[in-house]
C-alpha cells in the first residue's frame, strides 16, 4: 500500500509538530508500513509532539462483505493504557468496538477512559449498532467512551459521540464535519 509509512515517518513527524505548537494531544490513524502488508495503527503523540503510544488492529474488519484481512495485517498484542491529563487512556480501534472483552481488558489494564477511532462503514442500522456499542462499552466498563468517527457522504457515518461511565450521552455530532467538545 503506498500510503504506508513507518511510525517514524512524514505523517507521524507532522501529526508531533501539530501536537507541539499547540499544546495538544493527537490520536490518528494511519496505515504502517511492513515487510509485507502495512498494520491499521493508531498513534497517540503527547502535548510535546512525543510519540507515547500505538495501536495495531487486532480485529480485522473481515465482515459484512468487506475482507480488510486483504489490505492489512492484523497486530497481536492489545494497546497499553498511557497517562494522559485526562486520566489514563485505552484505544480499541473500528471493528474492534464489536468485541466487548477487548474494552474489557483495557479497563483491566487501568484506563479510566477509552477512545474509539473509527472509519464506520455507512450501512442500515450501522448508526444504531456504532451509538449503541459505543454507550455498551461506556456502562459495562464503567468508564467514558469517547468515539470519533470519520466523515464521508455514503462511505463514513461520522456520528462521533461521547459518553459516560454510566450511559449518559455527554456529546454527539451528526454525519457532518464538525467539532465536539465535552468535559470530563
Known amino acids: 500500500m503506498q500510503a504506508a509509512e513507518p511510525l517514524d515517518g512524514?505523517?507521524?513527524?507532522a501529526l508531533g509538530r501539530i501536537a507541539r505548537r499547540y499544546g495538544l494531544w493527537?490520536?490518528?490513524?494511519?496505515y504502517e508500513q511492513t515487510d509485507?502488508?502495512?498494520y491499521n495503527t493508531v498513534v497517540v503523540l503527547d502535548d510535546t509532539g512525543m510519540l507515547r503510544g500505538c495501536h495495531r488492529k487486532n480485529k480485522?474488519?473481515?465482515a459484512f462483505g468487506y475482507r480488510e484481512s486483504d489490505e492489512c495485517r492484523a497486530g497481536s498484542t492489545p494497546f497499553s493504557p498511557i497517562p494522559t491529563p485526562a486520566g489514563m487512556l485505552g484505544l480499541i480501534t473500528c471493528f474492534e468496538l464489536r468485541f466487548p472483552a477487548l474494552a474489557a481488558a483495557q479497563r483491566a489494564a487501568g484506563a479510566e477512559l477509552l477512545y474509539v477511532p473509527a472509519g464506520w462503514a455507512a450501512g442500515p442500522n450501522k448508526i444504531l449498532h456504532w451509538r449503541t456499542l459505543l454507550c455498551a462499552r461506556a456502562i459495562e466498563n464503567s468508564m467514558t467512551v469517547l468515539g470519533a468517527d470519520q466523515y464521508a457522504p455514503g462511505?463514513?457515518?461520522g456520528q462521533s459521540a461521547a459518553f459516560a461511565p454510566d450511559g449518559t450521552l455527554l456529546g454527539a455530532l451528526g454525519g457532518d464535519d464538525a467539532l465536539l467538545t465535552i468535559t470530563i
Do not use: N, Q, R
Open 10 to 13: 512524514t505523517f507521524v513527524s
Open 26 to 30: 493527537l490520536a490518528a490513524g494511519m
Open 36 to 38: 509485507g502488508l502495512p
Open 60 to 62: 480485522l474488519y473481515d
Open 155 to 157: 462511505c463514513f457515518i
